[in-house]
């Protein structure tokens, strides 16, 4: 268990904003980790569980760790609301702007592909530990920059951030942010620089997605899945009927559709995701005449394709990690058998299942596990594996860092 200790000998002075009007001073403090967690740290896992520390008196605050024979492990910082805390660095640094200017000067030369692209606008130019800072992503959607900040210590470097960030990205027009933590009462803003269209267009893989940066916490699209949205355009699916469940604007969908699908089912509960679906559609120039778009629960639609006779060759599973509506809750960990289950009962023979999930929970064997569960003896083949993707960039050492599992399974019968 973590516990304080006395200052240690080099302590430094952080000015920033804090969550009130004034500034404020944060001094680094000490924290003892157990050796168990020194062993994590030392295997290069970067999180500090808020198990590790339950009788913590502080919280949102920049921490030197150590051992508990008292030897320095690193920097880093304790935010125990999402997550609990992070290693920044095995050095002794200061969370200032040269810092963080060194931090998004690494990421610039990490996306040089994608800054340079003709036919890719959108991607992950910042993320979270993969770059050495977690807690916090940046994304570029065309001209602009959009920041998330998941815990109140990362909010509260906020200006020391944003002024770093326009150092290294002076060619940025202007700035969004979104809120993904509890306790502030916004979720999206503008922060700096000109204002984006209130919609306006981005470019994936060479298809042209709709998208908004400050209305609630969404976008429009899902940036992390655009290997598997390129392999639909690439014709995965091409002259088949493809099935899209939790649908949200239809991006699967569209990407299939441009790479030569012969109709498509683009099913969520959500009633805005017609309208945002179908706006991908036109502005691609396809035609909505074989393209339907349904507002219904996923678990409802499969009774009612099953009751109607409809089959499909391909069938994409990208849910949330845990919904609830009035009927039921759904939980990637115990219930994304079920999705596999009632998949098969109106897929066509040698159809496909895209199989997906960005639950960090839920480890790759184990999401495969869970799919297996839902085959129940079906002969099936995995004939693509997806994780993030290279602007994604992650910490090799630490399998949860890796979110993404997305599985392309070829069923035999």
Excluded at 276 to 286: C, P
Excluded at 330 to 336: P, Q
Excluded at 337 to 359: D, W
Aim: glycine share 8%; proline share 2%.
């Amino acid at each position: 268990m973590g516990k304080i200790n006395r200052f240690g000998f080099w302590a430094y002075v952080i000015f920033l904003k804090s969550f009130s009007i004034f500034d404020i001073i944060l001094v680094m403090k000490k924290l003892t980790v157990s050796r168990y967690r020194e062993e994590k740290i030392r295997q290069g896992v970067l999180i500090l569980e808020k198990e590790d520390f339950p009788e913590l008196s502080f919280d949102h605050q920049a921490v030197e760790i150590v051992s508990t024979q008292g030897k320095f492990l690193g920097c880093g910082y304790i935010s125990k609301q999402n997550k609990g805390g992070w290693l920044v660095s095995q050095q002794k640094v200061a969370f200032d702007r040269d810092f963080f200017i060194s931090l998004f000067e690494k990421a610039k030369e990490k996306r040089q592909f994608y800054r340079q692209s003709e036919d890719i606008t959108a991607f992950r130019l910042f993320n979270q530990e993969g770059d050495g800072f977690a807690g916090l992503t940046v994304d570029i959607y065309g001209d602009y920059a959009l920041f998330s900040w998941y815990n109140p210590f990362v909010f509260s470097l906020k200006k020391v951030i944003l002024q770093a960030f326009q150092v290294v990205f002076p060619e940025v027009f202007g700035a969004y942010e979104k809120i993904r933590f509890k306790g502030l009462d916004y979720e999206s803003a503008h922060v700096y620089g000109a204002e984006a269209p209130e919609v306006f267009t981005v470019l994936e893989n060479g298809v042209a997605y709709q998208v908004f940066l400050n209305d609630g916490l969404m976008t429009g699209i899902f940036l992390d899945q655009h290997e598997v949205r390129g392999s639909l355009v690439d014709g995965l699916a091409s002259g088949k009927s493809l099935l899209n469940m939790f649908s949200y604007t239809a991006a699967f969908s569209v990407a299939a559709a441009m790479g030569g699908v012969s109709e498509t089912t683009s099913v969520d509960l959500a009633k805005r995701s017609r309208e945002l679906s179908e706006a991908h559609f036109k502005l691609n120039g396809l035609s909505l005449d074989n393209h339907k778009f349904v507002v219904m629960d996923v678990f409802d639609y499969f009774k009612y394709a099953k009751r109607h006779g409809l089959n499909y060759d391909v069938i994409v599973l990208d849910p949330p990690s845990f919904a609830r509506n009035k009927k039921q809750t759904f939980s990637v960990a115990k219930d994304y058998y079920k999705l596999i289950k009632q998949s098969l009962e109106i897929l066509n023979p040698k159809g496909i299942i895209i199989a997906s999930t960005n639950a960090a929970n839920v480890s790759r064997s184990k999401f495969r596990n869970e799919i297996e569960k839902g085959f129940v003896g079906k002969k099936h083949r995995y004939i693509k594996e997806y994780g993030l993707p290279a602007d994604f960039n992650y910490n090799k050492k630490d399998e949860s860092s890796n979110y993404l599992k997305v599985f392309t399974i070829k069923v035999e019968e």
